[in-house]
């Protein structure tokens, strides 16, 4: 071998990489001390760039195509070398292919429940997981931020090193965006639309990336609230609570269940219905004074219940079955409507009337 042949055999003149897998981000041309020589060609193919570090610093980087490594397309590195007047001689430096191709399907998951604000549930632990999918936009912050100096970074790293990542920007955008419980539950689609114009700002910032597609697949609370979002549905599926317990009572009447639980449910109901009524006609108010029967009518016949139109705070305690101080603390609260004279309450029939309507 001449002398030429081997000192040719020491530049680089062509520099290129073949990516024959789906796996890699980031990959390192190996010169294996080698030089490129001047007038090297550099051949960056579609979905990849090509970066040039020079003694640790970033310098040009080169989009798909063939590329003359000369003075003129390389003025960064020129400028970091301090080559005054171009350089003729082989020169030394880091090449760093990066896919820019989208990466799809790839898994993201909370290993721990996150805590946010609920405005109908308060503070809430949630876990959640679901897939992304990404590509590389700024090749310099990736290759700092994420793959570092890894001479051949693939997919499986990135998910050990993104994971945690991309679950905290989630968390920060869940709790700017104040997305309630049920919404998360039930909207999963529109949720991830939602948070990607949140997310994409702080993962091409920070790592140089950008998310096409965010997807959250599951969310789940803790069992507690899960029954509260149920009890909260069977409230709603019921709609007017009033049309609900007549409906039992006409059901519970037409099978003949007086012991089922429709039966049950009718009875009470009802039960309740005419406790009211005889409550707002005051008949378990046993200080009303009692009717005398009308002249001529026949001995033994009921006598008309009188109403008495004012009572007092004990005679309405006494009839509501509650203390005195309780009538006292409803009337000074407004609900139930008093007069004050001098410093004793009086309240008149319509007012407890209208108290116990409500």
Do not use: C
């Amino acid at each position: 071998m001449g002398l030429m042949d081997y000192l040719k055999g020491q530049f680089l003149e062509i520099i290129q990489w073949t990516d024959d897998s789906r796996d890699t981000l980031s990959w390192r041309f190996p010169d294996e001390d080698k030089e490129i020589k001047r007038g090297a060609q550099l051949i960056v193919r579609e979905s990849q760039v090509a970066q040039f570090v020079y003694l640790g610093q970033f310098g040009d980087t080169f989009e798909p195509g063939k590329h003359s490594l000369t003075t003129d397309n390389i003025p960064i590195l020129s400028t970091l070398k301090g080559w005054k007047y171009g350089f003729e001689s082989p020169f030394k430096a880091d090449i760093y292919y990066v896919t820019t191709r989208l990466f799809t399907g790839n898994k993201w998951g909370t290993s721990n429940p996150i805590m946010m604000r609920d405005q109908d549930f308060g503070i809430v632990r949630v876990r959640a997981f679901g897939t992304f999918d990404f590509k590389i936009v700024d090749p310099k912050v990736f290759l700092k931020e994420v793959a570092g100096s890894d001479h051949h970074f693939r997919l499986d790293e990135f998910a050990d090193t993104m994971r945690s990542r991309i679950v905290s920007v989630f968390t920060d955008a869940l709790a700017s965006a104040k997305v309630p419980v049920l919404d998360l539950a039930t909207r999963y689609s529109e949720l991830g639309d939602a948070l990607l114009p949140i997310i994409n700002p702080a993962t091409v910032s920070k790592y140089g990336i950008e998310i096409t597609t965010f997807l959250l697949e599951n969310a789940s609370v803790p069992p507690e609230v899960e029954a509260a979002i149920d009890k909260r549905s069977s409230m709603s599926a019921i709609g007017n609570l009033n049309d609900y317990v007549k409906f039992q009572m006409a059901e519970g009447m037409a099978k003949g269940e007086g012991g089922g639980p429709a039966g049950a449910a009718a009875e009470i109901a009802m039960g309740f219905g005419m406790a009211n009524q005889m409550f707002a006609q005051g008949v378990f108010n046993p200080n009303q004074p009692q009717a005398t029967p009308a002249a001529g009518a026949p001995a033994g016949a009921p006598a008309a219940a009188p109403v008495a139109d004012i009572l007092t705070p004990a005679q309405v305690a006494q009839t509501l079955g509650v203390t005195e101080g309780d009538v006292l603390a409803s009337i000074e609260a407004g609900d139930l409507k008093g007069k004050k004279i001098g410093t004793q309450y009086r309240i008149t029939k319509a007012a407890l009337d209208e108290f116990l309507s409500h």
